[in-house]
């Protein structure tokens, strides 16, 4: 049966990932086109972040809106939450409302779920703490197959991608390998022990872990580059780590600077999930490169939104 939430990409049949994408690549063509449907006509989609997001959140409500939902972003500073209610009290507070989906984005993982099972609208995982942000993996997933030419049949088999820097501390990075892993792809996972331990490479078939950039970089057909997660490593100044000795360290061990793209396969291309932090784990001049794919993974975000929020809210037991 399928589910009204979308909150992990683990265990999703590649079937159904591919079902979600297809839809998203219909939607592009038809936005493209104009003649999108209003599929979601008469809907109310909420926006709960509890975390700070720059696209997400707008990609999820422009989704919504051309698909003809009303969208209620709603404030979280200021809210009861802030005052001592539980999440999981505001969400159902929240669905009390009228909503039929919520999008929500917590800062800890497992919340998302937990608020899943309390509520009866759809539930979307826009990210939860280290755990999994699955519309990222799958328009990572879809932004990959357009570059390498696989946008009809969405296999990703033979393709190697290394995921790399604070992999530990990333639900992208996760999200990532089980939804590139299940469409045929093998993912290295690259950093220091401290932000890529060698456990990791238990979480899905054709996962490694390897500490050394360089040995991974003239491999790899995508980098995927990842955020330096400093506020998930205790430090408020953006300027130190326990994970590593230095910024000068770290960039060292994984950067990905314009002399190292230099040495990646003529045809590879580059990720990040943004927001960058330009000049530690990605130069500027790569990210702005004709190898960078970074816009195209922003684009791309509205059509997967689309589809995951149709796919959801076509699955709410109401609607049947
Ligand atoms: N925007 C992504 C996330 O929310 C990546 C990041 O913040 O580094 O997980």
Redesign the pocket.
Known sequence: MPSPHLLTLHHLPAEEIRAILRDAIAFRAAHAAGTLPARLAGRTVGTLFF?N????RTSFSIAALRLGAEVIDLPVAGSSHAKGETLTDTARTVEALGVDALVV?AAQSGAVEVIARRVGCAVLNA?DGRHE?PT?GLLDALTLADAMGRTDTLDLSGLHVAIVGDVVS???ARSNVFGLTSLGASVTLVGPPSLAPASLATLAPHVRVQHDFDAVLPHADAVMM??V?FERHGDSTRMASPAFASLREFRAACGLSTERARRMKSDAVVMH???VNRGLELDGEVADSKRSLILRQVANGVPVRMASLVRCLNALPAHN
């Open positions: 975390e997001s720059t696209r997400t984005r990210g942000h990222q990333s639900r992208v990842l955020r997660q999930p943004g927001p």
